[in-house]
C-alpha cells in the first residue's frame, strides 16, 4: 500500500469507525461506493478497508479499527501480493468490458487464502455503459464470499441502477481551516500563499503536496503576471505563455483552475467594499483564494463587467469539455488566454 496514500486515512475517521461497527456486529455490505470530489482521499478509504477485510486479526474497537498489521494477511496486502485483493482501475479513457468479465470470472471461484475476496473498482465514473450494464448482476448478488468497493467523484455521474446496487458512503475532506493548519505544520509553503494552497486542494493534504510537484505557485505566478500586466506587453506575452501551458492536458486544465480562483475572486470583489472584506476575512476563513493578490485583483476587477466575467466563465466550462476531445490544445491555451487582453 503506498505509504502516502495513509496520509488522507485520518480525515475519514468516521467512516472507518462505521465500517468497522458494520465488521463488528456481522452487518457487512456486500457493495460500497466511495463518493467524493477529487482528493478527498477515496482511494485511500478503499485500500484501509480492503486492508482491514483481509487481516487475520483485526482490531475493532468502539473508538477505532484497525487491522494488525503483522499477520499473513496485512503482510501480503503491503507487499501488493495478496491473492485476495483485486483492484479495477481506467484502462486509458475508459473501463471497459473485457475488466469486468474477467472481474466476474475472479469472483467465480473461492477466495485462495482469506474468508474474503476484496474487488476494489477505482474511479468508477469512468465505467463505459457496455461494461456497466455487466456490472450490475454481479453487484447486486456477487458471489459468496465477495466483496465490492467502488469510488467515484459523484454518485450524480453514475447509472443510477449502480448506485442503488451499493450502501454510499460519503467522503469529505478537510475544511478549509484544518487544511491551513496541516499546511503551515507542515511548512508546504510561505505563509502568505498557504490560504491560496488550502483553498485550491479541495480539503486534501495529499492534493496539497500533489500541487506542489506540479509548481502550482510558479503557474500561478505567471498568469497573475499575465493578467496585470499592459495590453502591448500582454499581447507580446500570450502566445509564449499559452505554449507553455499548452504542452500537456493536465496543464491547461490547472491553469484553468487557476484562472478561476482569480474570476471568483474579482466576482467576489466587484460584489463587496473594501470594509466588508476586512470584517469577513477571518483567520483561517477568508473570503478571497488569492488575499496576497488582493490589491491588484480589485484594479483589475475594473477592467470588466460582472457579464463579462459570466460569460468567460461558459467559455472555460467549454474548454474543459473540449480538452477530452480531439481539439487544438495551442487553440485551447490561447483562447483561455486572449480575455485578459480585452478593455473597455
Not at 463518493?35 to 468502539?62: D, I, Q, T, V
Not at 484502462?91 to 473461492?110: E, N, T, V
Not at 477505482?122 to 450494464?133: G, T, V
Not at 450524480?156 to 478537510?174: A, K, N, Y
Request: proline share 4%.
Amino acid at each position: 500500500m503506498n505509504r502516502q496514500l495513509l496520509s488522507d486515512i485520518s480525515d475519514q475517521e468516521r467512516l472507518t469507525r462505521v465500517f468497522g461497527r458494520m465488521m463488528q456486529k456481522g452487518l457487512l455490505a456486500h457493495a460500497y461506493l466511495l463518493a467524493g470530489p477529487s482528493g478527498a482521499g477515496k482511494e485511500a478509504l478503499a485500500l484501509s478497508f480492503a486492508k482491514l477485510l483481509l487481516c487475520e486479526n483485526p482490531y475493532l474497537g468502539k473508538d477505532r479499527s484497525i487491522p494488525c498489521g503483522i499477520c499473513a494477511g496485512c503482510l501480503k496486502f503491503d507487499h501488493q501480493t495478496h491473492p485476495d485483493l483485486v483492484v479495477l482501475r481506467p484502462q486509458g479513457a475508459m473501463i471497459k468490458l473485457d475488466q469486468i468479465r474477467d472481474l466476474q470470472r475472479h469472483l467465480s471461484f473461492p477466495p485462495l487464502d482469506s474468508q474474503r475476496r476484496v474487488c476494489l473498482i477505482m474511479e468508477a465514473q469512468k465505467i463505459n455503459l457496455p461494461a456497466a450494464n455487466a456490472l450490475l448482476k454481479t453487484l447486486e448478488e456477487p458471489p459468496a464470499g465477495n466483496h465490492l468497493i467502488l469510488t467515484a467523484a459523484s454518485v450524480r455521474i453514475l447509472l443510477p441502477t449502480i448506485v442503488s446496487r451499493c450502501q454510499v458512503l460519503t467522503c469529505e475532506g478537510l475544511s478549509v481551516r484544518a487544511l491551513l493548519e496541516r499546511i503551515k505544520v507542515e511548512g508546504l509553503c510561505s505563509p502568505d500563499s498557504a490560504q491560496f494552497l488550502a483553498c485550491f486542494s479541495e480539503g486534501s493534504i495529499l492534493r496539497a503536496k500533489d500541487l506542489l510537484e506540479q509548481e502550482v505557485f510558479n503557474v500561478r505566478k505567471d498568469l497573475f503576471e499575465f493578467l496585470k500586466t499592459s495590453r502591448v506587453k500582454a499581447l507580446l506575452r500570450l502566445f509564449v505563455l499559452s505554449k507553455r501551458i499548452s504542452g500537456k492536458r493536465e496543464n491547461i486544465l490547472l491553469a484553468v483552475q487557476i484562472i478561476r480562483t482569480f474570476l471568483r475572486d474579482i466576482m467576489m470583489l466587484k460584489g463587496l467594499r473594501g470594509q466588508d472584506l476586512k470584517e469577513k476575512n477571518e483567520p483561517g476563513a477568508q473570503i478571497l483564494f488569492n488575499p496576497d493578490y488582493e490589491n491588484e485583483l480589485q484594479e483589475i476587477s475594473q477592467r470588466f463587467t460582472c457579464q463579462d466575467l459570466t460569460e468567460y466563465c461558459q467559455w472555460l466550462d467549454k474548454v474543459e469539455w473540449m480538452l477530452d476531445r480531439n481539439i487544438s490544445r495551442d487553440f485551447l491555451a490561447e483562447s483561455v488566454l486572449i480575455f485578459w487582453i480585452r478593455r473597455p
